[in-house]
């Protein structure tokens, strides 16, 4: 597609339950980022794809957190039995390489009630 | 480990008045560097880049940003503000590594 693609763009969810957030990258894009955007707390990172190699999970804030990129295209963040303080903009980023400008998605508003 | 600080976390102006924000990193060899802008209810999109040549680099909407490697700064200028310009202002510099962003600083510019 043109842009980065992030579904679904809310996602209300009771605490405890599990959650999957989807992120379609700009085809040919071999690196992927997703960060958690919270009032007051700037971009966090959690994950980074590059390519094949081995994700750079050390932004993820506990095991709940996982994330994976199939085929090198799309990545899916699960969060397990979410909790309040979840609740965020979740963004997923592509980029043609490292150190190349990093396009963002719309991001998905996830509430914890 | 890399790192990136941003010292202004909010900006309040008039319009017309002069801005920078600033931002420094802690990287060390080549580095590229962004400044991204986040207008209210938008994603995030870039403002400009610096990869080599010219330190001193424009971006779109007036703003430029100046590269400084003995400081280790990358701050962001515009003359004169918009009341358009409101939005939060993420620096990120990258090296070999991962895009790491700072804070942020939100900018209210008043007409």
């Known amino acids: 597609g043109a842009g980065v693609s992030q579904s679904p763009s809310n996602k209300v969810t009771e605490k405890g339950k599990d959650v999957e957030l989807r992120c379609d990258p700009i085809s040919g894009h071999t690196a992927l980022y997703w960060y958690r955007q919270s009032l007051g707390q700037g971009l966090e990172f959690l994950i980074y794809?590059?390519?094949?190699?081995?994700?750079?999970k050390s932004g993820l804030p506990s095991d709940r957190f996982s994330a994976e990129r199939t085929g090198g295209s799309v990545s899916t963040l699960t969060i397990q039995r979410t909790q309040q303080e979840d609740s965020a903009v979740y963004l997923c980023?592509?980029?043609?390489?490292?150190?190349?400008?990093?396009?963002f998605g719309q991001g998905t508003r996830l509430t914890v009630v | 480990a890399q790192s990136v600080s941003q010292h202004n976390h909010h900006v309040i102006l008039s319009e017309a008045a002069s801005l920078e924000l600033g931002c420094n990193y802690s990287y060390g060899g080549t580095v590229n560097l962004f400044w991204y802008v986040q207008y209210p209810g938008q994603h995030l999109q870039l403002l400009l880049k610096?990869?080599?040549?010219?330190?001193l680099v424009k971006g779109i909407k007036g703003f430029e940003a100046e590269f400084i490697k003995s400081k280790f700064s990358f701050n962001l200028r515009k003359p004169s503000v918009q009341w358009s310009d409101t939005a939060e202002y993420f620096c990120?510099?990258?090296?070999?590594?991962?895009?790491?962003f700072g804070t942020g600083t939100r900018l209210q510019v008043f007409p």
């Open positions: 794809f590059q390519g094949n190699s081995a994700p750079d």
């Open positions: 980023a592509s980029s043609p390489g490292q150190g190349f400008q990093t396009f």
């Open positions: 610096y990869f080599s040549g010219d330190p």
């Open positions: 990120a510099p990258i090296n070999t590594d991962k895009l790491i």
